[in-house]
């Protein structure tokens, strides 16, 4: 059941011009609606998932199971952010399958479960959007419904893991700040500040139980201000990799002017090393090679119908770092198409809607 201190979203949440925006896809039919979710501006350019599993376990202390409060930094539009991550508590079993409490990192798993979420937003009568008295945003799902938009998208995880991933990402925090030569700016939240969860038993008794979240403030803000973009969720969530799929969103959010005809994207290997905060392998040339095994990938599946490299050598022939240029597909500038004149409509929409209230 939820809890008394959370707020059930109204019939008016649930059905608004802001939610029908947002909600409101620019394509042909069902089956290619289906394909589409929104990026959003800012929130997906913070590299918040970018610790992994394997790196965890490193980093934890062994004896008392916690993690440091970690820092990374990246840009925004040319602006410098840094973003610190507080860990989530959460009570699981350690290695020898003892109870314990240990501290995780949202990881992977849990951006592939935020990306399902706000995929189910996308839908009716799941995604609501509240704008008084605070604003906020979310959905309310079903564990069954969540689990099987995962294992479509080709991610089967098990009830247990998903529910782990949904802990991950409530408890843990993420503090973003702006910093600058006269004041720090700061936003601080967990990634989910609100979850209403339903018991075991009652999963056991019924899967279709409805669940909760509300989504960072980030997202509501975006939602609220018109600042996402349609994109192809579901070629995004067939992609193999975490940086494959973050290169991919990083297209769809900065080439906006995609044609066969423009000039071919350029980005500098060290702006996705600092951007994603994926690259994290010991010898640097494995970085460059999952840079570049990521890039194939994407031309294997029509997003780039090619790319090219210039290295910057150093003394000794060393690499100081890479130019990548690549070139769209086709199919890619007609979903940049789409999606540019969508967000015009959503735009002139509403404009529209100010000038008549």
Known sequence: ??????????????????LDLFQGFLCNNTEEREKLSNTIELWDSVPRYSISRRQQLTMRDEKTGTLPIYTIEFTYKGESFRAEIRPAKINDKDVSGVIRTIEYYPSNREELVEDALRKLASQKPHGFVRLQPKEASGVAFSLNGLRVELAERGHA????????????????????????????????????????????????????????????????????TLAYRQFNYEKMMGLSTQLCRWIHKYLCMKFTQASMLTPPFQIYYKTIKRNSGLLKQKKERENFIDVENALNELKSKAVLADWEKTESLGPRG???????????????????????????????????????S
Not at 1 to 15: A, I, R
Not at 200 to 207: C, G, H, P, T, Y
Not at 319 to 347: G, I, M, Q
């Open 318 to 356: 060393k690499k100081l770092d890479t130019l990548y240029k690549l070139r769209p597909t086709s199919e890619f500038c007609r979903e940049a198409r789409a999606a540019n004149k969508r967000h015009a409509d959503v735009t002139a929409a509403a404009l529209c809607k100010k000038h008549q």
């Open 1 to 18: 059941m939820y809890t008394e201190e959370v707020q059930e979203p109204s019939e008016n949440d649930y059905n608004n011009r802001q």
């Open 157 to 224: 995880f098990s009830y247990q893991e998903i529910v782990l991933s949904l802990n991950i990402l409530h408890f843990s925090s993420i503090d973003i700040y702006k910093d600058d030569t006269e004041k720090t700016a700061r936003i601080s939240s967990s990634y989910l500040p609100v979850l209403a969860a339903v018991s075991r038993n009652q999963i056991e008794a019924d899967s279709t139980s409805k669940w909760l979240v509300h989504f960072h403030p980030f997202i509501t803000k975006g939602i609220t």
